[in-house]
T-cell receptor, first 113, second 117 residues
Framework: DAKTTQPPSMDCAEGRAANLPCNHS???????VYWYRQIHSQGPQYIIH???NNETNEMASLIITEDRKSSTLILPHATLRDTAVYYC??????????????FGTGTKLQVIP | GAVVSQHPSRVICKSGTSVKIECRSL??????MFWYRQFPKKSLMLMAT?????????EQGVEKDKFLINHASLTLSTLTVTSAHPEDSSFYIC?????????????FGEGSWLTVV
């Protein structure tokens, strides 16, 4: 998997949008960008993934730059329950079940009341 | 709802005993599952790749005789910590991949807290 770089921590006011950046400058053409989050003492939770187009689901939006070297996860209206560590991962398309995933240190998002 | 389930969520065992943690994919088959461990305030560390019907593949530095992995069916992998010691106390997490049309999404279990006393 390509290496990703994320800021170690961020704060966001409750109700505001949280924008979490991720650099993946060595991403290959066949690699997706995935985002997960881990709330304290729980397993990581899948949020969203994309290849090159922007994606949106009920949890978040994913904006991928045109050169695909970076992306931003957007939580449109952060709540206290969004306080977690957010991980950005890149992995190949159609890698099947055998492609292992390694985690970086992620970004600890603290939502402030 | 959860698509990958772990059991138990918390377990306390005595030093020197063995403890088994189960990982199940609930509504899909997974030929490969992964086991991670996580220390407080640290990121997840991949321990091994569990392969259905064959031997697990361990990451460098992980003792295969201490962390026994059995992937006996397409929906179940087990991790057995043998002769547990207090330093084995950790948060253990498994994952499995569900194949989909837009890529293969990895889902994680809820994690299992192991405390060795």
């Amino acid at each position: 998997d390509a290496k990703t770089t994320q800021p170690p921590s961020m704060d966001c006011a409750e109700g505001r949008a949280a924008n979490l950046p991720c650099n993946h400058s060595t991403i290959s053409g066949n690699e997706y960008v995935y985002w997960y989050r881990q709330i304290h003492s729980q397993g990581p939770q899948y949020i969203i993934h994309g290849l090159k187009n922007n994606e949106t689901n009920e949890m978040a939006s994913l904006i991928i730059t045109e050169d695909r070297k970076s992306s931003t996860l957007i939580l449109p209206h952060a709540t206290l329950r969004d306080t977690a560590v957010y991980y950005c991962i890149v992995r190949p398309l159609n890698s099947g079940g055998y492609q292992k995933v390694t985690f970086g240190t992620g970004t600890k998002l603290q939502v402030i009341p | 709802g959860a698509v990958v389930s772990q059991h138990p969520s918390r377990v306390i065992c005595k030093s020197g005993t063995s403890v088994k943690i189960e990982c199940r994919s609930l509504d899909f088959q997974a030929t490969t599952m992964f086991w991670y461990r996580q220390f407080p305030k640290k990121s997840l560390m991949l321990m091994a790749t569990s392969n259905e019907g064959s031997k697990a593949t361990y990451e460098q530095g992980v003792e295969k005789d201490k962390f026994l992995i059995n992937h006996a069916s397409l929906t179940l992998s087990t991790l057995t910590v043998t002769s547990a010691h207090p330093e084995d106390s950790s948060f253990y997490i498994c994952s499995a991949t569900r194949t989909g049309d837009s890529g293969n999404t990895i889902y994680f279990g809820e994690g299992s807290w192991l405390t060795v006393v």
